[in-house]
């Protein structure tokens, strides 16, 4: 079954949590762009244009991205990679 994710404000406007319906990460999962990462999934969201950096734990992750880019923009590209990595 794939894991469904809600997504969660964060103070900070340039941060947005998804959280899991269940596990989907070993652990810490913590990368920025220009990372080396042997995780599918950190390469696949930070491949993505405008997203700087990513934290996750377990059943959620927090994608930060750029000042200039636009969360209508990223929201479809980062819940496809979600989607085919998590």
Do not use: C, H, Y
Not at 10 to 28: H, M, Q, V, Y
Not at 46 to 59: A, M
């Amino acid at each position: 079954m794939a894991v469904e994710f809600s997504i969660q404000p964060t103070p900070n406007p340039n941060a947005i949590k998804f959280d899991g319906s269940e596990k989907f990460l070993e652990g810490r999962l913590s990368a920025r762009v220009g990372d080396d990462s042997d995780s599918p999934l950190a390469k696949a969201l930070l491949s993505i244009d405008g997203v700087d950096s990513i934290f996750g734990f377990e059943n959620f992750i927090t994608v930060n991205k750029t000042n200039d880019s636009d969360w209508n923009e990223l929201m479809p590209e980062i819940q496809k990679a979600l989607e085919e990595n998590a």
